[in-house]
């Protein structure tokens, strides 16, 4: 069974925090991903990474940033946190190709 | 501008009724797709795919249908279940890219007794 991990399922910060928020899968995935997922707007993608070192900007990359320093870790990052922020955080990971990508059970972030 | 849209925000539906949740998209570079069902609190969960290739792919009580000249797609639950009561979203992923998926808004199911 594919496993994606995320370090925790709820986190409650203060504006300015610094937030990291880390992703470990255990399937050798080549590919992974953040999103956000707020409602009406659905899955929007944050950041995603194809390799070690590798990270791509998604659709909303602004206000985060990432880190795959390991195939199977990748990390996402909130310089300073803002209330706007407040979401729920998604990490998935994907083989590539026409295939599935697989979740994680998400982190309720919220910033106060 | 959303690629990939669900027009309906919620479906309610009696238990043993069929399903029908429908998926519009614009980009005629997408080459697959995906559905996917998320409970509150979890993340989604992969439930069925289809290529470009194909009309229609069958899994169980889950079947998707593709329709490329109307730029549609559409999940069909049959019999529905009140454990199938969730938000379902498409995807669709482009040829030629990186393996981004890019996911509709969500569509409510709540299956009644």
């Known amino acids: 069974d594919v496993k994606v991990t995320q370090s925790s399922r709820y986190l409650v910060k203060r504006t300015g925090e610094k937030v990291f928020l880390e992703c470990v899968q255990d399937?050798?995935?080549?590919?992974m991903f953040w999103y956000r997922q707020d409602p009406g707007l659905g899955l929007r993608l944050i950041y995603f990474?194809?390799?070690?070192?590798?990270?791509e900007k998604g659709d909303i990359p602004e206000g985060y940033s990432v880190s795959r320093e390991k195939k199977e870790r990748f990390s996402l990052i909130l310089e300073s946190a803002s209330t706007n922020q407040t979401s729920m955080y998604l990490c998935?990971?994907?083989?590539?190709?026409?295939?599935?990508?697989?979740f994680g059970p998400g982190t309720r972030l919220t910033v106060l | 501008d959303q690629q990939v849209k669900q027009n309906s925000p919620s479906l309610s539906v009696q238990e043993g009724r069929i399903s029908i949740l429908n998926c519009d998209y614009t980009?005629?570079?997408?080459?697959?797709f995906l559905w996917y069902k998320k409970y509150p609190a979890e993340g989604p969960t992969f439930l069925i795919s289809i290529s470009s290739i194909k009309d229609k792919n069958e899994d169980g009580r889950f079947t998707v249908f593709l329709n490329k000249s109307a730029k549609h797609l559409s999940l069909h639950i049959v019999p529905s279940q009140p454990g199938d009561s969730a938000v379902y979203f498409c995807?669709?992923?482009?040829?030629?890219?990186?393996?981004?998926?890019?996911f509709g808004t969500g569509t409510r199911l709540q299956v009644f007794p």
């Open positions: 990474s194809y390799d070690v070192k590798m990270k």
């Open positions: 995807a669709a992923r482009a040829r030629m890219t990186t393996d981004k998926l890019i």
């Open positions: 998935a990971s994907g083989a590539g190709g026409p295939r599935e990508q697989f």
């Open positions: 399937m050798d995935h080549e590919n």
């Open positions: 980009n005629s570079m997408f080459d697959y």
